[in-house]
Every structure is written in structure tokens, then in C-alpha cells.
């Protein structure tokens, strides 16, 4: 059998889709397995032992777009299709290639190009993420093989990073000048997608003092190109040395950087669930958003939240006084994250 996922479209829901992919591979183990995906997710799925290949594309508008990446996959003639995005565009796609069996979720008007439209399920709004993903490869598991195992699977998030890949990653923050011998403390202060969702750049200026007066800890701050201003906020106004490498890794490069990291200090971003699948620590400040249905999914992360009345608003502006991020002082979060530092001998 020849299978096609459909990837996710943000890195946070990437990481939140390993488990149904994991799932996808045990259920059909002889399967070949491909993953198309935009082309950044290469980075993230590099070494994953759970899928054969990488179909990657960069986004085209229009028609153009879709008999390009059309012309890519029917030649193929896959058997299977799972489609984890939403949207009409995709399933278009799947439907022009000719894939056999095509497993989504009716939305956006797109059932009749489905050959198996799945019904959005009555938990979406409660559940973990991880969970409407599997639900996709649970529906293709029962329909195919007329089997339930799916449904009481554990999630797994972890990703394989090589270990050539951390060597690069050690020396590249040696390169920009961190000490190796001391701890290695990542922040993510940025957010692509919401303003409501960022931790105040001084309260991440302060945290990084508090950690270097203390600790003596390297403090490295990770985001994209579009966090860069934010990043560069919180180096200005940081009284200790901080490492900037906001914008200026690769996807690749970044999680490797994350998987060496002794902990990671983020907003609830795309990085915050690459950092615990990497195996690395992780604290996610959460304040508009459902830490139910959207923090990393994994032991090693914590969540830290001020409980206020009108969270989670689910906002990307905040109306009145920040509440929720602001009352989450940078004492109390170096209070938390302290004694997982003394953990790992730091």
C-alpha cells in the first residue's frame, strides 16, 4: 500500500500530528509512507523513522499551484490519502491526484471529495489536538482493516534528531558564544500569530537576570524571522548577555539547538512542542489560549498560568490589561523552573 499524509500547516500542529503518523506506521507496518508537507517541516521530520519519504512544496496561490503539486503526486498513485488540514484546497488536491481512498474531515464544504469524510467530533473543543489527528487514522483503521487498535493508543510525540545533527548544533552555540560547561536556557519570546499570547519582552529581560546571576546560565533566544524584533527587545533590555539566534537558523538547525538545551522558557508557540519532542524541558507560558486542548503533549512540559476570569478568550488582542500574561512575574517563573535545572545537575 501506498500511503500520502497531508501535513499540517503551522509547526506546533506538525509536532501535535507524530502520534497519528506513529499510529499510521504501526497499523500498516509494509506500507510505504509519504509525508507532503510545506517545505520548512523538513526540518522538523528529517529523521522520523515513521514515515519513507518528504513530498515537500512551498506554497503557490491560484490554480497554478494546485495542478503543480497535482502533477507531483497522481503520478504516484497512492492508495491512501489522510489529509490533516481543513481546508478545501487540500482535499481538492487529493481528490485531482487520484488517490484511492481519501480520509478528512468534512469541513469547508469539501465531503463530496472525500471518499471517507469523517464527522468533526463532539470533543474537538475538549480534547487534546493530538487526539483529532488520530481520530483521522482510527476512522482509516476501522473502515480498512475493520480493527479498533488506534483508539487506545498512548500518544507519542518524540522526534529522532541524529547525532550528527547535535554535534552541528553544540558547535554552533559555541560559535556564538556560549559556554557548554554551563547551563543552556532557551527562551522563545515571540508568538507568529498572536500579540495576546507574548509574555512581556522586560519580564523575559529580567528572567534571563535572574538565570545569570544565579546560575551563570547561558540564555539563548530561538524564533523566526518575524520574532526577530521581539527578541531583539529582550536583548536591549536584558542587564545579562543573551545569545540571539532569533531568524537566523534553519527549522533543522533549530531543533537541534533545542534538543541541547537544558530547559526551554517560551510563550505557547510552534517551538514549545518541537522543544518537548526533542526531549528537552519545556515551560509554556499560557494565558488567552487552551492549555487543554493545545500545550505541548508531553511529560516533560509544564504548564504556567495565572488563572484569571476571562481566560482562555482565545484573543489575539488583548481588550483590557493583560491580565493573564502580565501577573505571571518573572520571580515566579525563575521559581519554577529552578529546581528542574538542579535536576539535571546545572
Not at 497519528?20 to 523513522?49: C, K, N, Q, Y
Not at 536591549?236 to 530547559?263: C, F, N, P, R, Y
Amino acid at each position: 500500500m501506498k500511503i500520502l499524509i497531508r501535513g499540517t500547516n503551522w509547526i506546533g500542529d506538525a509536532v501535535m500530528s507524530i502520534p497519528a503518523m506513529r499510529e499510521l506506521r504501526r497499523v500498516f507496518p509494509d506500507a510505504h509512507i509519504s509525508l507532503h508537507t510545506r517545505s520548512w517541516a523538513e526540518g522538523i521530520f528529517r529523521d522520523a523513522d515513521f514515515i519513507d519519504e518528504i513530498i515537500a512544496f512551498d506554497k503557490e496561490s491560484g490554480l497554478n499551484g494546485i495542478v503543480s503539486e497535482t502533477k507531483r503526486i497522481g503520478h504516484r498513485h497512492f492508495d491512501l490519502g489522510i489529509i490533516f488540514p481543513n481546508s478545501y484546497r487540500s482535499a481538492a488536491l487529493a481528490k485531482i491526484a487520484n488517490i484511492k481512498r481519501r480520509f478528512g474531515y468534512a469541513k469547508e464544504g469539501r465531503r463530496f471529495l472525500l471518499t471517507d469524510p469523517v464527522t468533526i467530533p463532539e470533543w474537538k473543543n475538549s480534547r487534546h489536538e493530538v487526539f483529532y489527528y488520530l481520530n483521522l487514522v482510527a476512522e482509516a483503521e476501522q473502515k480498512i482493516l475493520g480493527t479498533n487498535s488506534v483508539e487506545s493508543c498512548e500518544p507519542d510525540i518524540s522526534l529522532n534528531i541524529s547525532e550528527e545533527r547535535r554535534n552541528n548544533a553544540r558547535l554552533l552555540l559555541e560559535k556564538a558564544g556560549c559556554d557548554l560547561s554551563k547551563p543552556l536556557v532557551g527562551f522563545g519570546p515571540g508568538s507568529t500569530n498572536s500579540m495576546a499570547k507574548r509574555w512581556p519582552a522586560e519580564n523575559f529581560a529580567s528572567l534571563a537576570g535572574l538565570l545569570k546571576a544565579k546560575h551563570d546560565a547561558n540564555i539563548i533566544l530561538m524564533g523566526s524571522s518575524s520574532e526577530k524584533g521581539v527578541a531583539e527587545n529582550v536583548s536591549q533590555l536584558a542587564k545579562a548577555q543573551v545569545v540571539d539566534l532569533a531568524g537566523s537558523t534553519t527549522l533543522a538547525d533549530a531543533t537541534a539547538l533545542l534538543a541541547e538545551m537544558d530547559i526551554f522558557i517560551s510563550n505557547d508557540m510552534g517551538l514549545a512542542h518541537l522543544a518537548a519532542a526533542a526531549g528537552t524541558p519545556v515551560y509554556v507560558l499560557f494565558g488567552p489560549t487552551n492549555p487543554i486542548t493545545t500545550r505541548p503533549f508531553a511529560e516533560n512540559a509544564t504548564v504556567i498560568r495565572e488563572t484569571v476570569e476571562c481566560s482562555p478568550c482565545m484573543l489575539r488582542e488583548c481588550p483590557i490589561d493583560h491580565r493573564c500574561m502580565t501577573r505571571m512575574t518573572p520571580q515566579w517563573v525563575f521559581d519554577m523552573v529552578i529546581d528542574r535545572l538542579r535536576e539535571k545537575g546545572r
